[in-house]
């Protein structure tokens, strides 16, 4: 077809008190990979949701075109009818119910009001064949991995004979070969003649995939770059996105390492449900004063139940093993007590386990030590307001007022109270299990520098991490894990993508040998 599959044109949303979308264009041809980016608040999701229809016609300003026609969506169900169908982050699955129960429900292949399961499940294993994922069309969705719950997500569009599929951070939660797989898939829809809208925070990913990218930048459109021809490298992009070159995306440190603060001895940790089955391994490590320290490994390596597990024994059974704190054995088997010896541990999820979101950002902030804003036992809500003030300040929060819900704010600013929390609670110790997920460049490299001054302060950091590069190049020493060990140690000016994987093959090979 001649011109493109979609035009969205003088596109504004208005929200009380902000322009979200000013003026934004956005172009995307047919049987082409198109990536949206930009910093978080940029506007991307909610151009996607006016797109979508979950913003109707009427509460925007501006024209959309669909295969050359002028589209007014009422809602979801206007722009499914024509084929657009949206991938949100968090999947839109009910995890009790079958691959072919989520895949057809509200949808279902039905005769005389009765559902024809022979159909149902032959139209299911087609499907399931198309997105290549090997699991019974009776499967439970709750049991399987993030990455098989996008490919249902895919083939749950696919039912519904979809021509522009919208995916907003579908690697966000997928370890690398996860990814992988999902990228491919998506160039084979490409060849299919199914166009994307790909939204992601991973700039290596969109580079390898996109035909097309579009940068937005507090709302309005900075530019779309044409890569067919000409790749775009991911400078410009991130130029795009922060309005600035970035020389670094990490801080230069200066590390000022002290004594050993925190040191865990023969730690064992058993399954929680499998109690039978060790899952941490006898392992032990080291923090110093000062000093970041990084866990590496794949996902399933045990990193997170490591640190739940040391973290007042947050995760597992029969757990076993010593923890010190500036060489003295601490006890540390509440949250309660870990926290009082000085160790803090911000989730990975802080949606559902780091911020309580339909509160506002002052009291996540003062959550973990409520007695610093009491008084004889009572909340001071003037010291709580003004204690909320101070951290907001000295972590640039970007915020209407700490009397914001949560739930409002971008990620990397969610991001922060989390951070601001376990400040507030005075730690000595910080384990942050991928404290950057989910968030778009500039406001990582704010991350950054705020772990660079905790460690700077003399406090210990101890970095779980996905993305290698971030391991690189922001820790003093890093740690490998596999299958419930660490498999290797290594000061970072030793350390490099391709030592860390070999260690992770190397000592996988030799557990099944």
Known sequence: MSGPLLEMRGIIKRFPGVNALDNVNLDVGADTIHAVVGENGAGKS??????????????????????????????????????????????????????????????????????????????????????GLHEPPTALVGELGMGKQQLVEIAKALSKKVRLLILDEPTASLNESDSDALLNLLLELKAQGIASILISHKLGEI???????????????????????????????????????????????????GDVLFEVRDWR?????????????????????????????????????????????????????????????????????????????ATEDRKDAGLVLEQDIRRNLSLARLSGIARHGVIDDALDYRTAQQLRESLAIRCSSVD?????????????????????????????????????????????????????EGKGVLMISSELPELLGMCDRIYVMNEGRFVAQMPVHEASQERIMHAIVASGSSVHA
């Open 46 to 131: 909610t151009l996607m949701k006016v797109l979508s229809g979950v913003y109707p016609t009427g509460d925007y300003e501006g024209e959309i075109r669909f295969d050359g026609q002028p589209r007014r969506f009422r809602g979801i169900a206007d722009s499914e009818a024509v084929g657009i169908i949206i991938i949100h982050q968090e999947l839109a699955l009910v995890p009790q119910l079958s691959i072919a129960e989520n895949i057809f429900l509200g949808n279902e292949i039905a005769q005389g009001g009765v559902i024809d399961w022979g159909r149902t499940f032959a139209r299911t294993r087609e499907l399931l064949a198309k997105v």
């Open 207 to 257: 580079t390898r995939v996109a035909d097309a990218i579009t940068v937005l930048r507090d709302g309005t459109t900075v530019e779309t770059m044409d890569c067919r021809e000409h790749a775009a490298s991911e400078e410009r992009i991130v130029r795009g996105m922060v309005g600035r070159d970035m020389a670094h995306r990490y801080p230069q440190r200066s590390p000022r390492i």
């Open 269 to 345: 940790v058993h399954h929680p449900q499998h109690p039978e089955r060790e899952h941490i391994m006898g392992v032990g490590l080291s923090v110093r004063r000062g000093e970041i320290v990084g866990i590496a490994g794949l996902m399933g390596a045990g990193r997170t139940e490591f640190a739940m597990s040391v973290f007042g024994r947050s995760w597992g059974r029969r757990i076993s093993g010593s923890v010190h704190m500036h060489g003295r054995e601490v006890d540390v088997s509440t949250v309660g007590k870990a926290i009082a010896h000085g160790i803090a541990y």
């Open 404 to 456: 914001q819900r949560v739930l409002n704010l971008s990620g990397g600013n969610q991001q922060k109270v989390v951070l601001g929390k376990w400040l507030f609670a005075q730690p000595e110790l910080l384990i942050l299990d991928e404290p950057t997920r989910g968030i778009d460049v500039g406001a990582k490299y704010e991350i950054y520098t705020l772990i660079d001054r905790l460690a700077g």
